[in-house]
């Protein structure tokens, strides 16, 4: 008997795919405690968690697992995220980085998946290209509440993608645009906190989630590499979007192919670094593929370069 | 083989000796194998010697390899691979 009988219909080695599994969560305010909450549950092993921020009143609104003595306390967004998944399975692999993600990407190159629960354009932007680069499948989720009109009125929608190696990017499915980019730049410093609720998070989060399953484990024969999900909460819908359709078939103009691994890469520092000593730093980090280091190599004839960094 | 050293040049890329055995299950590299990378490999760590190269074997349904991190350094094994499709399947030679 294991506690997660009542999911075996995701295959008869799902609990060991999922136990190996690392999964990568950049930003972790309302998207991603729901996420990271769910993947605990599924009883994913390996947990890269990433935010240099601490939560705050404004919150609680919002934060699963999140409580009032945590913002009294100050703490940071990663160790409630780590309470939470502890608290479901003490077993989990999980290396928490109170830091921006590109302070830490190295570690996040040992992921087999990164979701983004961030809010900002320009870096949905940036996680995506650094997923594309070390062939890294990105799940981002985002939400927005908009006026409608001059009425107090409002409308609730948000979107889920799912962003392979040479599929439709970003970019592509009109999520990242050089005019959203442009307004949000002039509103630098000057946004404030942007309007977030609960339950609209939390649909996005499980539609992110149920991508990362059936791209992992799927429980039907239709697993898919891409998808664009837009949800909006006045119509109570989520559906396929109609962009996706269209640029399905094109290839992606703005990651080639040929774009890929460390530029920075050589194979003879690598070498040397192996054979020093490792030191240790302060971040709170636990092994996540030992002993199993990870050498992996990519039928697609592409080198990931990620493991030699692990090898370490 | 000149084309695949030229093509690995810019940017630098790792060049992996593909064939195939057939047949089903962990395939393994033969005498042959072996020898005629001895030979080919240096060549590789050449061209880009900033990049580990090296030999891949495929069966119908499994694959191995190995990997030459410079010209003078033995062998060693892939020992994880990764078909990034749908589904993702990993593959530990390890485990």
Redesign the interface.
């Known amino acids: 008997m294991s506690w997660l009988d009542r999911q075996s219909f995701l295959g008869p080695d799902s609990d060991q795919?999922l136990q190996?599994l690392t999964v990568g969560l950049v930003g972790l305010g309302g998207g991603n405690s729901h996420v990271v909450q769910q993947l605990a549950h599924l009883g994913v092993g390996g947990f890269v968690l990433v935010d240099d921020d601490v939560i705050s009143e404004t919150n609680l609104n919002r934060l699963v697992g999140g409580t009032l003595e945590d913002v009294l306390e100050a703490r940071p967004k990663t160790e409630i995220a780590k309470r939470v998944v502890l608290s479901v399975n003490p077993e989990a692999r999980i290396a928490c980085h109170q830091a921006k993600w590109q302070e830490v990407a190295e570690h996040l190159r040992a992921c087999?998946?990164i979701i983004g629960g961030v809010d900002r354009i320009i870096a949905k932007s940036e996680l995506e290209a650094f997923c594309r680069r070390f062939?890294t499948?990105y799940i981002d989720m985002g939400m927005d509440v908009h006026r409608l009109g001059d009425a107090d009125e409002f409308l609730v929608a948000g979107q889920v993608v799912l962003s392979?190696?040479s599929t439709p990017c970003l970019r592509c499915l009109g999520v990242v645009t050089d005019s959203a980019l442009t307004e949000e730049a002039g509103q630098y410093g000057d946004a404030g906190g942007k309007p977030q609720v609960v339950w609209p998070n939390g649909i996005l989060a499980s539609t992110a989630v149920g991508l990362l399953v059936?791209?992992?484990?799927?429980w039907h024969g239709r697993?898919?590499?891409s998808a664009y999900y837009a949800y909006d909460a006045n119509q109570g819908t989520m559906t396929v979007s109609e962009r996706l359709g269209r640029r399905a078939s094109k290839d992606c103009p703005h990651f080639p192919p040929?774009?890929v691994?460390d530029?920075r890469?050589?194979?003879?520092e690598?070498?040397t670094r192996a054979e020093t000593p490792i030191e240790r730093g302060t971040i709170d980090t636990v092994p996540l593929a030992e002993p199993?280091?990870?050498?992996?190599?990519?039928?697609?004839?592409?080198?990931?370069l990620l493991?030699?960094k692990v090898r370490r | 083989m000149r084309k695949a050293a030229q093509a690995s040049y810019r940017p630098p890329s790792a060049i992996l000796h593909v064939h195939t055995h057939g047949g089903r299950g962990r395939p393994g590299f033969s005498r042959v194998d072996l020898d005629s990378a001895a030979s080919f490999v240096p060549g590789f760590a050449e061209t880009a010697p900033r990049m580990p190269h090296g030999l891949l074997v495929l069966s119908n349904d499994s694959v191995h390899g190995l990997l030459w991190a410079g010209p003078d350094r033995p062998a060693f094994p892939i020992n994880s691979f990764k078909r990034i499709s749908a589904p993702i399947r990993a593959d530990w030679s390890d485990k």
């Open positions: 795919v190996d087999d998946i062939l499948p392979s190696p059936q791209l992992f484990t799927p697993p898919v590499r040929d774009e691994g530029p890469f050589d194979i003879r690598v070498v199993k280091h990870r050498l992996t190599a990519l039928l697609a004839m592409v080198l990931d493991p030699f």
